[in-house]
């Protein structure tokens, strides 16, 4: 297993001190939307703000981001999920 690999147990484990009723928030501001299944043995937590697409340039010139999140707040979304362009320049 990875050194940053998260199972259900090693979840559970860190949250059995705690009331059912306390809060969990996420860092950065993401807010939960589900738990997702991904094969038999993976589950995917998502979240309501959308991954944005990072081209390949972007991620050569910025190796040390690894994922940027969109507010739904932003950009002008259509039927499909899509949005305008935003600009993520760093």
Do not use: C
Not at 63 to 88: R, Y
């Amino acid at each position: 297993m990875d050194a940053y690999e998260l199972t259900v147990g090693d979840l559970k484990r860190h949250l059995a001190g705690y009331p059912d009723d306390t809060k969990i928030s996420m860092s950065g501001g993401l807010t939960f939307y589900r738990f997702k299944n991904w094969g038999d043995d993976e589950i995917i937590l998502e979240f309501n703000e959308a991954q944005a697409y990072l081209p390949d340039e972007f991620r050569k010139a910025n190796p040390h981001l690894k994922v940027a999140f969109i507010d739904p707040a932003a950009g002008n979304w259509d039927e499909d999920g899509q949005t305008s362009v935003i600009n993520a320049s760093i």
